[in-house]
Structure formats: C-alpha cells, structure tokens
C-alpha cells in the first residue's frame, strides 16, 4: 500500500532542541564561607572547678582541753 511514504506527524510532535536554561543559582543557596567566628560550644562548657573551701572539719575537731581550774583547797 501507498500509505508507507505517509510519514507520521511524529516529528511535529518531537521535542524541540532544548533550550539552553540560564545555570541554576545553585551558587545563590551555596554555604556561605564559614565565619571565623568559633561555635558557641565554649558557652555549654563546664566552668573551670573553683576551689572549694576545705571542708570545716576543724570545727568539729575536739577543741583543746581547757585547763580546768585547780581544786578548792
């Protein structure tokens, strides 16, 4: 049949060249350049351990033997 020269309208229906899009402003969202700055993680830290008063262990320490008095004659 003659009906084989009839080339389908495929080819209007191809998709056209692809249009060159600008770049993605993928640069726009990229990571800023890490500030100098350290983290905040000094501010979480553990204070440096103040020293502690030693412990009044001497007020409950014997106290020294008062002299006691001589006897009443």
């Not at 553990?46 to 002299?67: L, V």
Request: no cysteine; proline share 52%; charged share 5%.
């Amino acid at each position: 049949p003659p009906v084989h020269y009839y080339s389908p309208p495929y080819y209007y229906k191809s998709p056209p060249p692809p249009v060159k899009s600008p770049p993605p402003p993928y640069y726009y969202k990229s990571p800023p350049p890490p500030s100098p700055s350290p983290p905040p993680y000094y501010y979480k830290s553990p204070p440096p351990p103040s020293p502690s008063p030693p412990p009044p262990y001497y007020y409950k320490s014997p106290p020294p033997p008062s002299p006691s008095p001589p006897p009443p004659y």
